[in-house]
């Protein structure tokens, strides 16, 4: 199935599978997992490799991957702002 981007906030993607939705990060054009410590990437350019570092079980429903979406971009925005 494929693939496609939702929504950016900084170096976060949210991505959709079908009905399901996960939470990346893209660094140095390498797409990461966010989940369960996993550490290799993929090309950011080859979403259709998601599955080398994307399990099943961290695809969840719609609203749950917005939820934690938004958190991810309020914690990075709080971050960034005490830093300054």
Known sequence: ????????????????????FVIVERRNN???NCYDGKRNGIAAD????????????????????RAAFNEVVSRRTELEEGMR
């Open 1 to 20: 199935m494929k693939v496609t981007l939702v929504e950016e906030s900084g170096s976060h993607l949210l991505l959709a599978r079908g009905d399901r």
């Open 30 to 32: 390498r797409i990461y």
């Open 46 to 65: 080859d979403l259709s490799a998601i599955h080398q570092i994307i399990d099943e079980t961290d695809w969840v429903d719609e609203p749950t991957g």
